[in-house]
């Protein structure tokens, strides 16, 4: 799919105006010109690479060391909706099956990878 007229936030660090492809669900090339007529017109909205939150102990109304997953997963919907694509839940100092009940649920979220929600780090190299 391809969309046009977007402000887009390049590798010089600046916004160009111009075009772009998605493929597959990934960004493909920025197009200078020949943009295929029935490119989506994005009417000047602003485009810029997905952000990354690498300590979030948790949000609406939730925490990640609450050992809930279906919150967790909430928490993860209400990233994606904020553009924000991968993150890392952190705890806080609390009692070893509290934690590791958190760290399960932060797992099985990371490995379900629910589409329409932001991804849990598999790790941080």
């Known amino acids: ?3 046009k ?7 010089d660090q600046r916004f160009h105006l ?4 998605v493929k597959d669900g990934v960004f493909g090339a920025i197009l200078p010109e020949n943009v295929p007529e029935d490119a989506i017109d994005l009417e000047g909205a602003t485009v810029i690479p997905g952000l990354i939150d690498c300590h979030i102990h948790g949000s609406v109304l939730s925490d990640a060391s609450d050992g809930c997953y279906e919150d967790l997963k ?3 919907k209400y990233l994606a909706e904020q553009g924000v694509t ?6 806080m ?3 070893y099956d509290t934690l590791k009940k958190a760290f399960c649920n932060a797992r099985d979220l990371r ?9 849990i780090f598999k790790e941080l190299t």
């Open 111 to 119: 490995d379900a990878a629910p589409e329409g929600c932001a991804r």
């Open 74 to 76: 909430r928490q993860a």
């Open 1 to 3: 799919m391809f969309y």
């Open 5 to 11: 007229n977007a402000r887009i936030f390049c590798a």
């Open 93 to 95: 100092t609390l009692p």
């Open 86 to 91: 991968g993150f890392a839940p952190t705890t």
């Open 18 to 21: 111009g075009a772009f492809e």
